[in-house]
């Protein structure tokens, strides 16, 4: 892959991007190419330049060779509400450009066809990536809507299953109504994705749970409180947890009797520092 770094962000080019511009420029598609290229550099620059804005430290860009991705180190510390920003953020440039290249053409600036193409390139980039499949942008906001109503480990398996599924139906249906072996080959390596995702998950996962531990001030969050029992996990308490929000568990026994309160900081504690799979009986012991 090649690598190059502008303004400290690392610019990655996958290595079959440039076998794509090899075979455009034999086939005569060189500036087709170079514009699909200009466009989805815009698009991702959209993102930068959103993450810088919430405050986000952007690592790199990577093109691919379906698009390309702005890639981002925040652990799941982001709030939902900046996470949807930075996903449209893209889309957006693509409208925008959308209507300064229907200006050129109403104004003759541009010829019909390249016109056209320049609209088009933009309208299918910026349909595509609003898709709710992860890793497109409409998946990153997929996943950031749900992370406001359930915890943060669920709604990343919610969203990764929803992601697959969809994934699964387009390859379906391109299969079974109109072959589109480049919307097949997409849908593939999204899938790919996927998979990498669902396997780097547990990764993610802790470093959320880290971020939570080492939080300041917590007295700011909103209270969200969880009913468990004592035979709940610790594992199984700390997927609970939500993003932007500071829990209270009320554990209860089977006849709904409330025989403990505990504060997320009591049970991260416990799971990073006993055996995860204690049960909650056993930390009311101890304590």
Not at 32 to 51: D, K, R
Not at 113 to 139: H, M, V
Not at 150 to 167: K, P, R, T
Not at 212 to 239: C, Y
Request: proline share 3%; hydrophobic share 55%.
């Amino acid at each position: 892959m090649s690598r190059f770094q502008i303004a400290g962000i690392r610019l990655k080019i996958h290595p079959f991007f440039w076998l794509i511009a090899i075979a455009a420029a034999a086939t005569g598609q060189f500036m087709a190419l170079i514009t699909l290229f200009a466009i989805v550099i815009m698009h991702e620059l959209g993102h930068v330049f959103a993450a810088l804005a919430v405050g986000w430290r952007v690592t790199s860009i990577e093109l691919l060779p379906f698009g390309g991705v702005a890639k981002v180190d925040e652990g799941g510390s982001t709030k939902a509400a900046d996470e949807v920003i930075v996903a449209l953020a893209g889309p957006f440039v693509n409208v925008v450009m959308i209507v300064i290249g229907y200006g050129f053409w109403r104004f003759g600036i541009w010829g019909d066809a390249w016109s056209e193409f320049f609209l088009t390139g933009n309208a299918l980039i910026a349909g595509f990536n609003l898709l709710p499949i992860w890793p497109l942008d409409g998946g990153k906001v997929l996943q950031a809507m749900l992370s406001k109503f359930i915890s943060f480990y669920y709604a990343a398996q919610y969203s990764l299953y929803w992601s697959s599924s969809c994934l699964v139906v387009l390859i379906a249906v391109s299969f079974l109504f109109s072959f589109q072996w480049n919307l097949i080959i997409i849908c593939v390596y999204l899938l790919f994705e996927n998979r990498m995702a669902w396997k780097q998950g547990q990764y993610q996962f802790i470093r959320f749970l880290l971020m939570k531990r080492d939080l300041q001030k917590k007295d700011t969050l909103p209270i969200v409180t969880r009913t468990i029992t004592p035979d709940t996990s610790l594992s199984g308490a700390v997927k609970l947890l939500k993003k932007e929000a500071f829990h209270r568990f009320y554990v209860n026994d089977l006849r709904s009797n409330r025989i403990a309160v505990l504060c997320e900081d009591r049970i991260l504690s416990f799971f990073f520092e006993k055996n995860p799979n204690k049960t909650i009986s056993e930390i009311i012991t101890v304590g």
